[in-house]
């Protein structure tokens, strides 16, 4: 999954992704992947929560995206 962090955080899209979503109090990410942990969600999610410098909202239960 590391590899997908390091694209999302060279791709000239995320930072305008980031602003898009900031304008929005609640961002549901969906998947599709049968691994609730370990997918490209959780880490689009994860990296938002970094670049928006945020606690998210649901911090007990965050594997739900």
Do not use: W
Not at 14 to 21: A, G, L, R, S, Y
Not at 43 to 52: Q, S
Request: proline share 6%; aromatic share 10%.
């Amino acid at each position: 999954m590391t590899r997908y962090r390091d694209e999302l955080k060279a791709s000239p899209d995320f930072v305008p992704f980031v602003n898009e979503i900031s304008q929005y109090p609640v961002v549901t990410f969906v998947y599709g992947a049968h691994d609730e942990l370990h997918n490209n969600a959780v880490i689009l999610r994860d990296e938002c929560i970094v670049a928006l410098d945020i606690t998210p909202i649901n911090k007990i239960n965050e594997n739900i995206v």
